[in-house]
């Protein structure tokens, strides 16, 4: 097959994806027949691309279907090759809870579209309601036959190629820098923090991962730059989290899909930007890490 795309990344299988939900009924039909059951005369189907909610992230593909008798809400993630975030399918389902506590009359679904070799590779993917594989996807468009859709099933076929030869990171040469000067001023300025050197990132690396040696295993922190907040991510349930309530005034208990996190609020980051530019945010920032000490005596308790 020549080649179309020098590389496919998951925007252009957004795209493609957005555009038959909203002109071709039949697609919606199709894929969902056998995870929806009583799918009546669509009267319309909306769309929509990136969505984004302020406390639980990303939503790669919302799409309204308006039925005769109800109406369906798909949260779709759509991936080829890169890795999940974290508690990424965990967030999905917790705004597919949030919606459904709005309007109960809705039928909300999580869906994962990726090739057959993503779900066997990744875990996370068994917290999505219903999986579809760019396989059936493929399959789907070679079925039809006009030179339009062969030209699609070729796209799909093409990332499913890339899939196979695994996931290849496209550097941002600014986000690479941003990271590089991040960790070289931890390190030189807040040595009890713990980082990992980087290495290349791309455009949407945006939550350096950091460390104390006294952590419990399992126990992450994640500066969420741009989001504006620290998230020490724990296995704690409801019951355990109730002793860490109230550490401090910095650090507050967040419910973060099954789990719970310790938060701490400090300025926005933009990792596109300089990082000395911002430097007295990111000062702030580092200053404010140090509050998760306060719960060292109660890890160490646990």
Known sequence: MELIFEDIRERDMDCLFIEEFNVNNDFFVDLFKNSITALSDIKSILAKHSIVDSQYGETDIFTKIELID??????????????????????????????????????VYTVLFAPEKYFSGHIESKKFDICISYEKIQKYFEGRKTIRDVYKANIIKMAIEQAKRGYNIVEDIRV??????????????????????????????????????????????FHKLSKGYIDLQTKLSEKEIHKYRNVNQFVNVVKTGKSYSLRIIVPKIDRLKEFYEQLDDIKISFEKIKYFEDIKTICNGT
Request: hydrophobic letters at 40%.
């Open 70 to 107: 109800k109406n369906i809400i798909l949260l779709i993630e759509n991936k080829i090759d890169a890795s999940f975030q974290p508690l990424q399918g965990e967030r999905y389902n917790i705004r597919k809870r949030n919606i459904i506590s709005e309007n109960n009359s809705i039928n």
């Open 176 to 221: 690479t820098k941003f990271w590089k000067n991040y960790w070289n001023y931890l390190q030189n300025n807040y040595p009890a923090v713990i980082m990992k050197e980087p290495n290349i990132k791309p455009f949407d690396a945006d939550w350096p991962l950091i460390y104390f040696d006294w952590l419990p295993k399992y126990w992450e922190i």
